[in-house]
């Protein structure tokens, strides 16, 4: 078939379906998209400014910024926002430390290595409503394990209510949770020093460098960038995770183990205040808009790649 | 003599830790599915008895036979499978476009599928619910499903670019010179080539969908909730039922473990790509 001669409309009409073609690959994803974020990111917005009751919808009225106001002042906002930091603080360092660990000792060679690579990740994909219930059973003051263990080693001489007491509930869940999440930091740590040359240890070697010398000046640098990554990742995903909590404690004893999605969570779904939840959600998303900025920033590099 | 004592050392330094870490790793697995083949009467010892005095499949039978347990297996399954489907369908298009064609906007709808996945579950959740309860959506297949979306369209859209990446483009370069057209390059060459890929990431998502518990919860009422819901409704019915709580977790718990160990090697290569090169 001749091409069309050039100016014609036939020509113009596949220069635009050329140039339109990559958007219409994008509109089912787009849609969706829109659908189940962009509207409903629109409209927690718009429910932050208003006194939204689930159950009296028609007499919800514009508040302007009350919600936010009463969140300043709301004592237990102060005390979930204190827990969460508490909660993101250890989990991702406990996580981040136990990975460490875990990613060195599986870079090392021995005969069930490939056994060992696979197993360890196994926590990471079990459903986190197993993981409060597993974690609760363990916990459990009348026959769970823990009490049962730490008598007969004589560290405690009675059963100790692990998830009833104020003061153990939160390091509690936070342990569970970082169970299910240092996985995630060995298999990411793991794969970047497997990027390592070998040729740089035996040249550090042959220089004489110590292995702690080695970790600091070779591995240190190497693994440096992915575990800011994962870092920044597990910051975002521990701070906005609740399910856990709400499986194992519920956020009680009181409000020890409340923590601000948590919070958020329940006067939604409880409390039905979808305004004033909508508000607390809404400072937790800003809170954390700027570790986000961070990672995107980091991701976005090689984009044009 | 220095063999001997390399071997002694490695398992010193290196295997005994490993294998406290892998202790520390399964041991509370391990504890559930133990717990779940022993007798009722064996739970409410303490001091714990740790061997099952017998090994017993009762509390699996209960569940299964008395409760809707099994029903709600069932709807995990549609519901995750409706999930890599929907997910896949929209993502699979989306990431080619990514991939093979520079166009306005390209970099910021990308970042931004990675922006929306680091959102906070509790600010989507609210506002879903309201939007769902309008359309009628509520306790359906479909509401879960689409609800589901907001994590599997991003990932997917995010792995699979690396995938659609990783095929050279003068493949769809010679296949366009042997005078096929666009959909049938795609269909031909390329969706045969990243199929490993596709693979892997409609098991991350499939696992994702089957572990998933806030967005089910919230959107799903008795006709499709599905087994995480299930249970932790089980939990509050049966506070002191072990053996059915922990029966339960062990047949939540066990197929995508299996899974998970099937698609690791590979499934692992493809979340850390990305975070290597950065």
Known sequence: ?305 | MSLRRSALRSAVQVEIPVLLILVFALAPFAWMLLTSVKPTADLSLFPVRYMPSRITFEHYQLLIERTSFSINLLNSLVIACGAVLLGLATSVPAAYAFSRFRFPGRRQILTSFLVINMFPIVLLIIPLFVLMRKLGLIDTFLGVIIGHSTFSIPFSIWMLVSYFNAIPRELDEAATIDGASRLQTIRLVIIPLIMPGLVTTAIYVFITSWNEYLFAMMLSGQTVRPVTVALQLFIGEFTVQWGLLTAGGALIALPVSILFLLVQRRLVAGLTAGAVKA
């Not at chain 1, 009751?53 to 936010?68: K, M, Q, S």
């Not at chain 1, 994909?125 to 823990?146: E, Q």
């Open chain 1, 1 to 305: 078939m001749a091409p069309p001669p050039p100016g014609t409309a036939v020509q113009m009409n596949q220069a635009a379906i050329r140039t339109l073609t990559p958007y219409g690959f994008l509109v089912p994803a787009l849609l969706v998209t829109a659908l189940v974020i962009l509207y409903p990111v629109a409209q927690t917005v718009l429910f932050s400014l208003q006194d939204y009751l689930l159950y009296a919808p028609d007499d919800a009225r514009f508040v302007g910024f009350r919600n936010f106001s009463m969140a300043l002042k709301d004592e237990v906002f102060w005390i979930s926002l204190k827990h969460s930091a508490v909660w993101v603080g250890g989990i991702v360092f406990a996580q981040l430390s136990l990975g460490l660990v875990t990613a060195l000792l599986l870079n090392q060679s021995f005969w069930w290595r490939g056994i060992a690579r696979a197993l360890v990740i196994i926590p990471w994909a079990l459903p986190s409503v197993i993981i409060g219930l597993m974690w609760t059973w363990i916990f459990d003051f009348n026959t769970g394990v823990l009490n049962d263990l730490l008598i007969r080693i004589g560290l405690i001489s009675q059963p100790y209510a692990w998830l009833a007491s104020p003061q153990s509930a939160l390091a509690c869940v936070m342990l569970a949770l970082v169970w299910q999440g240092f996985p995630f930091f060995a298999v990411m740590i793991l794969a970047g020093l497997q990027t390592v040359p070998k040729e740089l240890y035996e040249a550090a070697e042959i220089d004489g460098a110590s292995e702690f010398r080695q970790f600091i000046h070779v591995t240190a640098p190497a693994i440096a960038g992915i575990v800011a990554t994962a870092v920044l990742l597990r910051i975002i995903w521990v701070a906005n995770s609740l399910d856990v909590i709400l499986v194992m404690t519920g956020g009680g004893p009181g409000y020890t183990t409340h923590t601000l999605p948590l919070y958020a969570f329940l006067r939604a779904y409880s409390g039905m205040e979808f305004g004033y939840a909508a508000t607390l959600a809404l400072m937790l998303t800003i809170l954390l808009l700027a570790i986000v900025w961070l990672y995107v920033r980091q991701q976005a590099k090689d984009l044009d790649a």
